[in-house]
T-cell receptor, first 114, second 113 residues
Framework: ETGVTQSPTHLIKTRGQQVTLRCSSQ?????VSWYQQALGQGPQFIFQ???????GRGNFPPRFSGLQFPNYSSELNVNALELDDSALYLC?????????????FGPGTRLTVL | AQSVTQLDSQVPVFEEAPVELRCNYS??????LFWYVQYPNQGLQLLLK??????LVKGINGFEAEFNKSQTSFHLRKPSVHISDTAEYFC???????????FGTGTRLTIIP
């Protein structure tokens, strides 16, 4: 059974650029959630995708957007990057979107915005 | 809406000593509670979770936690820690019908040989 994978591992961008992060969910999981973890902080919920539709969103501006594909993999897109977007971005997958279902996390993508 | 408070940002403990990592939550609805561990340069791994039933929950690696509704707490304990327990520990909460996990700011557990 393959776990959650994310690419790339690290990324360096400059302010104003756009970035796409990718996530492959665990086999059999149809729900993907994205979290932002700033240095020294806990993860913060960005949004969740279930069967290719957004299924909830946290307090992040519209320049954070996402996609989920028919194979349940997902992308996180961030436009007009700001310095404060520097963080570890975590993807998590679960069997279904129920709140009590365990979320399995990937290793994350470390984004640095200069 | 839910929130989580982890009062201790860092906890140093001698090897083979017991440890308790504190977590308090607030919520207007019934809660589900989780503890995750994050090893350096890795993602989060679930240690244990409380959904309902017995208030004492046992998890992996010898950890356990007790749900206390009156004190709105979900403290994590281990009777004897090992060097390999060095990591960041996050308490998280969600509520029925809520799709997102709300995390605390984490507690860094350092084991002293």
């Amino acid at each position: 059974e393959t776990g959650v994978t994310q690419s790339p591992t690290h990324l360096i961008k400059t302010r104003g650029q756009q970035v796409t992060l990718r996530c492959s969910s665990q086999s059999g999981h149809n729900t993907v959630s994205w979290y932002q973890q700033a240095l020294g902080q806990g993860p913060q919920f960005i949004f969740q995708y279930y069967r290719e539709e957004e299924n909830g969103r946290g307090n992040f501006p519209p320049r954070f957007s996402g996609l989920q594909f028919p194979n349940y993999s997902s992308e996180l897109n961030v436009n007009a990057l700001e310095l404060d977007d520097s963080a570890l971005y975590l993807c998590a997958s679960s069997l279904v979107p129920s709140s009590y279902n365990e979320q399995f996390f990937g290793p994350g993508t470390r984004l640095t915005v200069l | 809406a839910q929130s989580v408070t982890q009062l201790d940002s860092q906890v140093p403990v001698f090897e083979e000593a017991p440890v308790e990592l504190r977590c308090n939550y607030s919520s207007s609805v019934s809660v589900y509670l989780f503890w995750y561990v994050q090893y350096p340069n890795q993602g989060l791994q679930l240690l244990l979770k409380y959904l309902s039933g017995s208030t004492l929950v046992k998890g992996i690696n010898g950890f356990e936690a007790e749900f206390n509704k009156s004190q709105t707490s979900f403290h994590l304990r281990k009777p004897s820690v090992h060097i390999s327990d060095t990591a960041e520990y996050f308490c998280a909460v969600t509520g029925f019908g809520n799709e997102k996990l709300t995390f605390g700011t984490g507690t860094r557990l350092t084991i002293i040989p």
